[in-house]
C-alpha cells in the first residue's frame, strides 16, 4: 500500500455509481422493483401510489433530518464510509481480517443482493478498507455522494444464491465459513474461499452450497446464530420450532467417509472432479415451546447447550439442550406488548440478554430473575425508536454498550451504566442512549460491530420507500471524544485549547 496515505485523504469523494438503482423491500416489505422501470412509468404519467409509501410531508422530514445529520458528520465520526447498493442487502456481515497496514486494515465483508427477479439472487464477498482511527480528515469524510459506490468497498466474489438471503452469520471459529437463510426450510453453509465467482446473469445456475442443515418443517427466514464456543447452528422458523445442528457432526462423518477430507466441509467430487449434490445433515435436536413464528434466535457465550429464541408470540424463552426439547423453567410469555424481532446474548456476562420488539422498545432481561410461571420483569426498557426495532446487538468491546436498529432509520447506541446516571443536561433524550446514527433514510434492517475494529460499525438499510430502491451500506465509527471517560476526554480538549492558544499568540 504503497499510496495509502494519499488514498485515504482522497476518498472522501467517491466515483459515480454505475448503474440504476433498484428497489426491494422484503417480507415485511413488497416484491423488489426496478428504479428504472419506476421512472419510466412516472415519465408516461402513469405511475400509481403505492400504499405504504411516505407522504411528501414525512419525506421532507426524513430529508430534513438527513441534511442536518449530514451536516454533523465532520463533528460526530472519526470516519465514514457510504456505499450505494444497486439492490438491497438485508444483512451485512464482518469477515476475518486480511492485512494490516499503517493507515488502514483490508478485512473481508458479507453482503447480499436481493433482486426482482431480472437477475439472480446474490451473497456477495466484498473487501472492506477500513481506515484506523484518527486518520480520516473531517473535511473528506462527510463529502461522499449518496448516489455513489464507496472506494472503500470493493466486490472480490459473487455467489448466486438459491433464492434471496434473508440472513448472513458467520462461524466464529472460522469466519470464512458462513451461513445463510432464505425463503425455505433449510439453512446453507457455505465456504466463501472455495465457492466459485461467479457472473450473476439472468438463466445462470445457482452455486451449490458446501452444506445444506435440514430440519425445518416450514420455511425458516430470519432467525439465525452461531455458536461462539462450537461449530453449533441455530435456527428458528415458521414452524414454531428451534433447530439446532453440529457441522462437527458433518466434518467427522466426512473424515470417516474420505480421509483426504482433513475435517473439511467441502463437498466432495465425483470422478473427474465432477461436484455432487450438496451433502445434507439433519439436527442434533428440534426444540417446541413457541406458539407462533419463531423470529430470532441466540447462543450462550459461554455454552453451545444453552440458547434463547424470541417470537412472534412476544415470548422469550431459554433452552438448555442437554435436559430435552421442551424450554427450560425460564419462559417469559409477554417479554414485549407485540412481536419480538431480535435477541442477544451479552458475551461479557451471560446473564443478560437483549430483546427488541415491534413496539418500538428494547428490553433488557437478567435470566436470573425469570420465574417459572411465565413472567419476567425487565432490568430496564430501552425507549428511543420511533417503530420496530428490527436489530440488536451487544458491543464486543465494553460489556454495558449495545445498538439498536430500527423501521424509523435510526441506529442507536445505549450504554445501560449510563441509566443510572442521567443527568438534568441531558433529560431530552431517554436514559442509556448517548449516540444517534441518523445516516440512513430508511429502515436499518442489519448492522455488525467489528471484532476486530473496535467501534467501528457496518449498517444497511432497505431505501425502497424513501429513495425509490436500492439500499446504503455504510460503515462508520463515531468520534472517540464521545464514548471515551470524561476527565479524560476534557484534558485533551484543554490540551488543544492551550495548543490553539499558543499558535494564535505567534505573530
Known amino acids: 500500500m504503497e499510496s495509502e496515505e494519499a488514498e485515504v485523504a482522497a476518498a472522501g469523494a467517491a466515483s459515480p455509481s454505475g448503474g440504476n438503482v433498484t428497489s426491494a423491500p422484503k417480507k415485511r416489505g413488497r416484491k423488489p422493483k426496478s428504479k428504472e422501470e419506476s ?91 477500513v481506515v484506523k482511527p484518527r486518520v480520516a480528515a473531517a473535511e473528506h469524510i462527510s463529502q461522499f455522494n449518496e448516489e455513489a459506490r464507496s472506494p472503500f468497498v470493493k466486490k472480490f466474489k459473487t455467489i448466486i444464491h438459491p433464492g434471496e438471503v434473508n440472513r448472513i452469520r458467520e462461524l466464529p471459529q472460522n469466519s470464512k465459513i458462513i451461513a445463510t437463510h432464505t425463503d425455505s426450510p433449510d439453512v ?3 465456504d466463501v474461499e472455495t465457492q466459485p465467482n461467479r457472473h450473476a446473469v439472468l438463466g445462470a445456475a445457482t452455486s451449490r452450497p458446501d452444506l445444506i442443515l435440514t430440519g425445518h418443517q416450514d420455511n425458516a427466514e430470519y432467525a439465525l446464530a452461531m455458536c461462539p464456543t462450537e461449530p453449533f447452528v441455530l435456527s428458528g422458523g415458521k414452524d414454531k420450532s428451534v433447530v439446532l445442528w453440529s457441522i462437527q457432526d458433518h466434518i467427522t462423518t466426512a ?23 450438496s451433502p445434507s445433515l439433519g439436527p442434533r435436536g428440534v426444540y417446541h415451546g413457541h406458539d407462533d413464528t419463531v423470529e430470532d434466535v441466540a447462543f450462550s457465550p459461554t455454552s453451545a447447550q ?54 418500538n422498545t428494547v428490553r433488557l ?31 464486543p468491546d465494553k460489556s454495558s454498550v449495545f445498538g439498536s436498529s430500527a423501521e424509523d432509520g435510526l441506529l442507536n447506541i445505549w450504554d445501560y451504566d449510563r441509566v443510572s446516571k442521567k443527568t438534568d443536561r441531558s433529560a431530552k433524550s431517554p436514559a442509556g442512549l448517548f449516540f444517534q446514527h441518523a445516516g440512513h433514510r430508511d429502515k436499518v434492517v442489519d448492522f455488525h460491530w467489528n471484532a476486530e475494529d473496535p467501534w467501528t460499525i457496518v449498517s444497511v438499510s432497505d431505501d425502497c420507500e424513501t429513495t425509490g430502491g436500492g439500499g446504503t451500506l455504510q460503515i462508520w465509527r463515531m468520534s472517540d471524544l464521545i464514548y471515551r471517560p470524561e476527565e479524560e476526554v476534557l484534558a485533551e480538549l484543554e490540551k488543544f485549547k492551550s495548543h490553539v492558544m499558543t499558535c494564535a499568540s505567534k505573530p
Open 39 to 129: 421512472q419510466t412509468q412516472e415519465e408516461r404519467g402513469g405511475k400509481m401510489k403505492e400504499s405504504g409509501k411516505k407522504t411528501k410531508q414525512e419525506e421532507q422530514s426524513v430529508d430534513e433530518k438527513y441534511t442536518q445529520w449530514k451536516g454533523l458528520v465532520p463533528i460526530l465520526y472519526d470516519w465514514l464510509a457510504n456505499h450505494n447498493l444497486v439492490w438491497p442487502s438485508l444483512s451485512c456481515r464482518w469477515g476475518p481480517q486480511l492485512e494490516q497496514a499503517t493507515y488502514k486494515n483490508r478485512q473481508r465483508l458479507y453482503l447480499s443482493e436481493q433482486t426482482d427477479g431480472s437477475v439472480p439472487n446474490t451473497l456477495v464477498i466484498a473487501n472492506c478498507e
Open 188 to 190: 446453507l453453509i457455505w
Open 255 to 277: 473424515a470417516s467417509t474420505d480421509s483426504k477430507s482433513s475435517g473439511s466441509i467441502i463437498k466432495q467430487t465425483g470422478e473427474g472432479g465432477d461436484k455432487t449434490e
Open 306 to 359: 444453552e440458547f434463547c429464541s424470541v417470537g412472534d408470540d412476544s415470548c422469550l424463552i431459554l433452552w438448555d439442550a442437554r435436559t430435552g426439547t421442551s424450554p427450560v423453567t425460564k419462559v417469559v410469555e409477554k417479554a414485549h406488548d407485540a412481536d419480538l424481532h431480535c435477541v442477544d446474548w451479552n458475551p461479557h456476562d451471560d446473564n443478560l440478554i437483549l430483546t427488541g420488539s415491534a413496539d
Open 365 to 395: 432481561y437478567d435470566r436470573r430473575n425469570l420465574t417459572s410461571n411465565g413472567v419476567g420483569t425487565p432490568i430496564y426498557k430501552f425507549e428511543g425508536h420511533k417503530a420496530a426495532v428490527l436489530c440488536v446487538q451487544w458491543s
